[in-house]
């Protein structure tokens, strides 16, 4: 890639970005009408002509029912993806909208219909367009919230979602340069105002960028932090694995699977809490646990192994995320939990 963030991407660029998904059989774009998606289907679309064989391309657009202005920015993307021979879909999602969390509530949505749309297609990938400022805005956003590694990670290249795979080619590419390639291929574009709106965390986030990057912290350092720290969960994960293998190997004649008190107890913290934090996941039936909950729990459970070990011998049984955790017998337990009692109206 060109380092000149205002330069217009080439074709040859464009297969360097795509290389990793030729031999899929067919990859759904996420193309919502704006400059970033726009320059996905179109430069795909180009990468695609290249090959003597390659991926079928579908241009999928996800109406989200929340602006009048979406229904025709649907019919322009269409006309876009037949102009470049590609199939286009628009898929909306219907029912009744949240009065709160929209962004939350509405990307679920658009992830659901996408992988609807690509299983229909046979397709395996779905490409999306975010760049390497929206990975920077993430990293903020997270690191607001007080995520904890795997959360500043930020966005993964690659990932799994409701059965596909979840692709992002332009991690690691400014905006500016897909609107570049855009103007110089005298290509639109829609322009959500959505994007701009205060009353939204990323906008708001968006907004104070130009001062941030004043100070060292523009985009590319910020997505070389969200790089770096990916690659450092994944050593972590690679040693939570080792771990788990190893509790388990020592534990193979207990008649549950949960952990030896005594050595789990003397595992660093990260991989206790991660430990804990898999058990829950998998047995658990109310969605994942939260971080901050499973590290309260973990304290809980350190604090009550050292009282047993002083011989006060206390038990303890807590909730968490649908899952039971209890320490009973030099073992904690991770076992699904009950059923909830509903309460009379």
Not at 307 to 313: D, I, P, T, V
Request: hydrophobic share 45%; proline share 6%; no cysteine.
């Amino acid at each position: 890639m060109p380092d000149d963030d205002h330069s217009a991407i080439s074709v040859q660029a464009a297969k360097g970005l795509f290389a990793d998904w030729k031999a899929a059989p067919a990859i759904v774009l996420a193309v919502s009408g704006g400059p970033d998606s726009i320059a996905l289907m179109w430069l795909a679309a180009r990468w695609r002509s290249t090959l003597a064989r390659g991926p079928r391309l579908i241009a999928v657009t996800v109406d989200h029912g929340l602006r009048t202005e979406a229904a025709r920015e649907a019919r322009d993307v269409k006309r876009l993806a037949r102009s470049l021979d590609l199939p286009h879909q628009t898929m909306r999602w219907t029912g009744a909208k949240p009065k709160t969390g929209v962004p939350a509530a509405a990307r679920t949505a658009r992830y659901r219909l996408l992988a609807q749309a690509a299983r229909a297609r046979g397709a395996t990938h779905i490409l999306t367009a975010h760049t390497r400022d929206d990975q920077a805005e993430t990293l903020l956003m997270r690191l607001l919230r007080g995520s904890g590694i795997a959360g500043l990670a930020a966005m993964a290249r690659e990932s799994e979602r409701d059965g596909v795979r979840l692709a992002r080619p332009f991690l690691h590419v400014a905006k500016a340069q897909l609107i570049a390639t855009l103007k110089k291929a005298k290509v639109d574009f829609a322009d959500d105002p959505t994007n701009r709106d205060p009353n939204y965390t990323r906008p708001r986030l968006r907004a104070l960028m130009p001062a941030l990057a004043a100070e060292g912290g523009d985009s590319r350092n910020l997505a070389r932090l969200a790089s770096r720290l990916a690659r450092a969960n994944a050593a972590v994960e690679v040693l939570a694995d080792g771990a788990e293998r190893y509790l388990a190997l020592r534990g193979r004649d207990a008649p549950d699977p949960g952990f030896d008190a005594s050595m789990f107890a003397a595992l660093p913290e990260e991989i206790r809490l991660r430990l804990l934090l898999r058990a829950i996941d998998r047995v658990g039936h109310e969605g994942p646990a939260e971080l901050g909950k499973v590290e309260a729990l973990l304290s809980a459970l350190d604090r009550a192994v050292v009282e047993k070990n002083a011989a006060r011998g206390p038990k303890l049984k807590q909730t968490l995320a649908g899952a039971l955790v209890s320490l009973a017998g030099g073992r904690i337990h991770v076992e699904p939990a009950p059923p909830r009692r509903r309460r009379p109206e």
